[in-house]
Each structure stands twice: as structure tokens, then as C-alpha cells.
């Protein structure tokens, strides 16, 4: 009797699709589960290769049809498109997932744990937080510009404006206008709040962490960079070497090469997006750093002489993230760099 060995499930709300294949290739199972049915249908089914595309609730479905003897794999939705016949059906998909977990050159995606997924959720909250703390900031500073009240920019002087706004005695606005945009100030008060308390639960996490206390050493990474790299990152033993990790972040040039010829274009912007930000923003506060005064290498300092600012910051941001695949794989601390003869803090990646 033929046994099913690999299974390709198409991934859904309520409705999935299982296409299962034995050794040969032979189909022996093609239809499609509600919900409820996809554990109790794996339950019955001998141990086999299960492979899923990598999406929101892969990891939830990963552990549990890991936990009934399957082996599990996730896989990146871009390798799975060129297994596509034609069309796009549940069906369809369920057969190319199938057909490209079995490729030997094939790339996975770890499966994470519960608490990886919780610890990420902490920052994704964060993210929304502040994208609405943003836009609620200019709508207020926009309709005050109507009225002719103007502030400098940032954060840090948004409570002039909340000022002006809850200062009933301010004849500027009038009382329509002030009854609307209190409700601006009052919800910024707020998001500012609720981002104060997740910052605070981060970096409490990262004094726990000895991996993340050994990253918060190196120049331009702090609780917030150091908490999300152990967060977004399940498994550093994935990548091959520290270019690989920085590659995934997409901190390396695009190439469009052919006949020889190599172009380079400019960063590819893959992988994890929130890891790619935290470590350019980092990197252009080691480089503002290095500008006022403080130590740098050498190869940063001419490099700032003769290539525009942002680039410098995105080939530091790429060096950084080789330094810190380098401490999370080796499990060493960062080689604190010493202080001049000024007794100035250099801020130098060596």
C-alpha cells in the first residue's frame, strides 16, 4: 500500500488545501479542510514532509502538525511562484508548495516559538503606535498652520501645540476648531503613553537577555535594536555567514548582472524591514557621532569624504550587521573600543 510522504497545504481563513505525494511523485491526496478538520486529518496520517508557505499563521500551523510527528517546512511565498503551473487556484498552489519543498536547493524559514511570535508583537504594537502618533501630530500641526500657529518640527515640541490648544483663554482658535482638535491632543497624550510603557517592558526584557545586553554594546545599537534582533530573528544558525544575515536584511546592492558584466544597484530592501530601519537609524547616530568630533576607523572617515552621507550610513549599518552575527554566533562580547588620550568615548566599529 502506497504511503503519503510529502504534503504541500495551502494556507487559509476557513477553507485549506492539502495535495499529498508518495515517493514517486504519485498524487494520493488532493482536497480540500475547513478548519477544523486539518489536525484531525494529520493526526491520521504517518509521520511525512509538510511544507507551507511562510505567512501570519504558518508558525501557529507549523508547531501544531510538528507536535503530531510531522517534520515541518516554511517556505518563503517568492520561491514557492515559480512552481505555479498556471492559474491560481487553492489547488494549485497546494501542488507547488508541494513540488518546492522537495527541492534540495530549497531555503526555509524557521519555525518560530510562541514566545518569539509574542516578543514580536511587541514591536509590530510599537510600529502601529507610533505611525499613529505620526499622523496625529501633523493632522493637529496642519490645522493649526490654517489658523496661522506654527512650531518647529518634532516630537519634542508637539506639547506647544496641545498647549495652544487646551489654552482656553488663546483667541486664535475658534471654539468649533478647539473641540475638534482637543480630541487630536487627547489621543496623541495617549499614544504617547502606550509607546512610553512598551519601551519601558522592552527594555526591561533586554537586561534579562544576556545575548541582547551583549548587543546593546555595540556603537549605534540600543535596547530597542538589541530587543528586536533577538525578537525577529529565530534562528541565527541559519545563515551561512554574516554576509548572508545582512544580505537577508537587504543591506546589500541588487545586482542586475549579465554577460560578464556586473551592475550593482542600489540596497535590495529584502527580509525584515523594522531590522533594516533600526540599524540605518543607528548607524546615522554613530556616524552624526563621528562628525561632531568622536573617533572613527579610517575606512568610515574617507568614505565620508568622497560618498554621500546616506550611503556611508547604510555600508556602517551593513558592517554592524556582520558585527552582530559575529557576537550572537560566537556567543563572545563585543571588543569595547578604548578612550582617547582626551578621555573622549570613541563610538568606532572596529
Given at each position: 500500500m502506497k504511503t503519503i510522504t510529502t504534503i504541500g497545504l495551502d494556507l487559509a481563513k476557513s477553507v485549506f488545501q492539502i495535495h499529498g505525494i508518495d515517493d514517486d511523485g504519485s498524487v494520493l491526496m488532493r482536497r480540500k479542510l475547513r478548519r477544523g478538520e486539518v489536525l484531525a486529518t494529520f493526526a491520521k496520517l504517518s509521520p511525512c514532509l509538510v511544507g507551507l508557505e511562510a505567512c501570519?499563521?504558518?508558525?501557529?500551523?507549523?508547531?501544531?502538525?510538528?507536535?503530531?510527528?510531522?517534520?515541518?517546512?516554511?517556505?518563503?511565498?517568492?520561491?514557492?511562484?515559480?512552481?505555479?503551473?498556471?492559474?491560481?487556484?487553492?489547488?494549485v498552489d497546494a501542488e507547488a508548495i508541494c513540488e518546492a519543498v522537495t527541492r534540495p536547493t530549497m531555503r526555509f524559514v524557521a519555525v518560530?516559538?510562541?514566545?518569539?511570535?509574542?516578543?514580536?508583537?511587541?514591536?509590530?504594537?510599537?510600529?502601529?503606535?507610533?505611525?499613529?502618533?505620526?499622523?496625529?501630530?501633523?493632522?493637529?500641526?496642519?490645522?493649526?498652520?490654517?489658523?496661522?500657529?506654527?512650531?518647529?518640527?518634532?516630537v519634542g515640541n508637539v506639547a506647544d501645540l496641545v498647549a495652544i490648544v487646551r489654552d482656553e483663554e488663546d483667541d486664535r482658535l475658534p471654539a468649533t476648531a478647539r473641540f475638534a482638535l482637543k480630541a487630536l491632543a487627547d489621543q496623541i497624550d495617549?499614544?504617547?503613553?502606550?509607546?512610553?510603557?512598551?519601551?519601558?517592558?522592552?527594555?526591561?526584557?533586554?537586561?534579562?537577555?544576556?545575548?541582547?545586553?551583549?548587543?546593546?554594546?555595540?556603537?549605534?545599537?540600543?535596547?530597542?535594536?538589541?530587543?528586536?534582533?533577538?525578537?525577529?530573528?529565530?534562528?541565527?544558525?541559519?545563515?551561512?555567514?554574516?554576509?548572508?544575515?545582512?544580505?537577508?536584511?537587504?543591506?546589500?546592492?541588487?545586482?542586475?548582472?549579465?554577460?560578464?558584466?556586473?551592475?550593482?544597484?542600489?540596497?535590495?530592501?529584502?527580509?525584515?524591514?523594522?531590522?533594516?530601519?533600526?540599524?540605518?537609524?543607528?548607524?546615522?547616530?554613530?556616524?552624526?557621532?563621528?562628525?561632531?568630533?568622536?573617533?572613527?576607523?579610517?575606512w568610515i572617515l574617507d568614505l565620508l569624504a568622497r560618498r554621500p552621507f546616506k550611503i556611508v550610513a547604510v555600508a556602517l549599518a551593513n558592517k554592524m550587521a556582520r558585527v552582530?552575527?559575529?557576537?550572537?554566533?560566537?556567543?563572545?562580547?563585543?571588543?569595547?573600543?578604548g578612550k582617547e588620550a582626551s578621555g573622549r568615548e570613541t563610538v568606532a566599529i572596529v
Amino acid at each position: 500500500m502506497k504511503t503519503i510522504t510529502t504534503i504541500g497545504l495551502d494556507l487559509a481563513k476557513s477553507v485549506f488545501q492539502i495535495h499529498g505525494i508518495d515517493d514517486d511523485g504519485s498524487v494520493l491526496m488532493r482536497r480540500k479542510l475547513r478548519r477544523g478538520e486539518v489536525l484531525a486529518t494529520f493526526a491520521k496520517l504517518s509521520p511525512c514532509l509538510v511544507g507551507l508557505e511562510a505567512c501570519g499563521s504558518a508558525h501557529y500551523w507549523g508547531r501544531e502538525i510538528a507536535k503530531l510527528g510531522h517534520t515541518v517546512r516554511l517556505i518563503p511565498p517568492a520561491y514557492v511562484k515559480p512552481y505555479v503551473k498556471r492559474g491560481k487556484t487553492d489547488a494549485v498552489d497546494a501542488e507547488a508548495i508541494c513540488e518546492a519543498v522537495t527541492r534540495p536547493t530549497m531555503r526555509f524559514v524557521a519555525v518560530k516559538s510562541v514566545e518569539a511570535q509574542g516578543a514580536a508583537m511587541v514591536f509590530k504594537t510599537r510600529d502601529l503606535l507610533v505611525r499613529q502618533r505620526s499622523q496625529t501630530i501633523n493632522a493637529l500641526r496642519a490645522h493649526l498652520s490654517e489658523m496661522g500657529v506654527v512650531t518647529k518640527t518634532g516630537v519634542g515640541n508637539v506639547a506647544d501645540l496641545v498647549a495652544i490648544v487646551r489654552d482656553e483663554e488663546d483667541d486664535r482658535l475658534p471654539a468649533t476648531a478647539r473641540f475638534a482638535l482637543k480630541a487630536l491632543a487627547d489621543q496623541i497624550d495617549g499614544l504617547s503613553e502606550a509607546i512610553d510603557q512598551l519601551e519601558a517592558k522592552i527594555v526591561a526584557d533586554v537586561r534579562r537577555d544576556t545575548a541582547a545586553r551583549r548587543l546593546t554594546t555595540i556603537p549605534g545599537i540600543g535596547p530597542i535594536s538589541a530587543a528586536a534582533i533577538t525578537a525577529l530573528v529565530p534562528d541565527i544558525a541559519g545563515f551561512t555567514s554574516g554576509r548572508h544575515f545582512a544580505a537577508w536584511i537587504g543591506l546589500t546592492p541588487k545586482p542586475h548582472s549579465s554577460g560578464g558584466k556586473e551592475r550593482l544597484g542600489g540596497i535590495s530592501k529584502m527580509g525584515n524591514a523594522t531590522l533594516r530601519t533600526l540599524l540605518v537609524l543607528g548607524a546615522t547616530t554613530v556616524l552624526q557621532h563621528i562628525r561632531r568630533g568622536a573617533k572613527g576607523p579610517k575606512w568610515i572617515l574617507d568614505l565620508l569624504a568622497r560618498r554621500p552621507f546616506k550611503i556611508v550610513a547604510v555600508a556602517l549599518a551593513n558592517k554592524m550587521a556582520r558585527v552582530v552575527y559575529a557576537l550572537l554566533t560566537k556567543g563572545e562580547d563585543y571588543r569595547a573600543v578604548g578612550k582617547e588620550a582626551s578621555g573622549r568615548e570613541t563610538v568606532a566599529i572596529v
